[in-house]
């Protein structure tokens, strides 16, 4: 075992940890044998006597038969160069030591407990592994097909109800107890209707950084996605609830015309007050098809974080993937400083217009929102509107991001990593969704 | 340089490694028309004749010069947005 041996001794003896441990063990194979299932089977055999092994590479797209997985001795994961060998303390230190003299293993652990198991293998336990390996499958070969087709233990699949949209179901902001008091958000956009009945009685500040136009909102695309972010706990009119941070502080920038236009010198404007003003969360439902990243903004973004301040923003609209085109994450989305945000829909389905990761250092999508048919606040008269785009799923990100950020204390980096941390990983490349869905905090 | 770019302005977007007053005074000298001096994200944003926009970037206190990017959404009617 040429580099194993510390992971292996870190930890106190085996018979003082047993009860930590799941019963099975983690074989990590040299590079070398990775990808070579008769080299793997043949360490496997000679190390740990087992010959009944079960692999991803017998399963198209690795994805692996849950069966088969739980009546094998072993389990490989052939693609990670990982295999999970089921034995008792004693035997794991036997193969332990065996492997030890064995160059084809690099290291042997105990497997630790994840999650509460009801039984010696329950089959959830198994499916959330296959779940995992999957998704790094999918990082691994950039192949989403195999994920597409495997079932999460979760619910998966929501729809608007008279109580919330889905979006604010599968993020878990229907059911969180928190509700962003004292947190700020800023949603740089179209700016606000003012008048919205929903928005009544809010503490709002406003600003416009577009030359000759109030605040007030001429579009609606601001509208819209305040509401996702910030909308009230019961709404006035007949509308399920679709707001996340129900009692966030709400700081309204408009940096986009009323025609849906705007420029670095309005929204960099608008990024500087909401930092001035010291908000946790900034939310912008912008961007442009450029892969090339902005200095500007990834500047701006690291001093956000230092002071912070979250930016958030939808990663593109660029893809047509029934088409064939995955498109790519736009500026400022791409900057690495600032979280680029997926859309799925209510099957936890990426959707169809939401761009990939862009391979430029930042140009990864970090996480995904609820963005087809996304209902939200519109200007009166019209009141709401369901509509789709990575700029509905950004501001459910910016929402959930004040509620944890109420929640934790977190700010700034350490609020992405929270988001990150919590996500709900997702059967889907990561290079589509990132982390995963984002989850409000129970 | 281009003959027919000479006097036109170009918007510009400078991003600053040092205190943002203090750099806008080195712009303004250098012949920039600042509009905005953004201390809190450390931009200042204005415009500048195309000719000497590439010798910006040697001033110091100056990250980078980037021409001023625009975005457009989609109309209020659009379903993607």
Known sequence: MAHGADSYETGAPLSDQTAEFTGRYIV????????????????????????????????????????????????????????????????????????????????????????????????????????????????????????????????????????????????????????????????????????????AGRPIVSQSFVAGQPVQDGHGHGTHCVGTSCGPKAPLGASPRYGVATQAKIFAGKVLSNQGSGSDEGILAGINWAIANRVQVISMSLGADVRQVSQAYETVGRRALEAGTLIVAAAANNADRSGGDPGFVGMPANSPSIMAVAAVDSKLRIANFSARSNPVRGGKVDIAGPGVAVHSSWPMPTRYKSISGTSMATPHVAGVAALLSQATGAKGAQLWAKLTQTARPLSLPSADVGAGLVQAPM | MDASLAGMDEKITVTVSDDADAVAERLRAAGVNVDQVLGAAGIITGSVAAERRASLADLPGVASVEAEHTFQIAPPDAEIQ
């Open chain 1, 28 to 199: 990590v194979f040299a590079d070398d044998v990775q990808n070579d299932p008769g080299a793997i089977t043949e360490a496997l055999q000679s190390v740990a006597g087992v010959s009944n092994v079960a692999s991803t590479l017998d399963f198209e797209g690795g994805a692996l038969d849950l069966d088969q997985a739980e009546s094998a001795d072993a389990t490989v994961f052939a693609e990670l160069g990982v295999a999970v060998v089921a034995a008792d303390p004693s035997r794991g230190a036997g193969i332990a030591a065996m492997a030890e003299a064995d160059s084809r293993i690099v290291a042997v652990e105990p497997e630790r407990v994840l999650r509460a198991i009801e039984g010696p293998v329950s089959l959830e336990y198994v499916r959330g592994f296959r779940d995992g390996v999957s998704g790094l499958y999918d990082q691994l070969s950039g192949n989403g097909l195999a994920a597409a087709e495997l079932d999460v233990a979760a619910a998966s699949s929501f729809s608007d109800n008279a109580g919330f949209t889905w979006g604010l179901q599968a993020c878990l902001a229907a059911v969180s107890p928190k509700t962003a008091t004292d947190i700020a958000v800023a949603v740089l956009d179209t700016g606000l209707d003012l008048k919205h009945a929903d928005f």
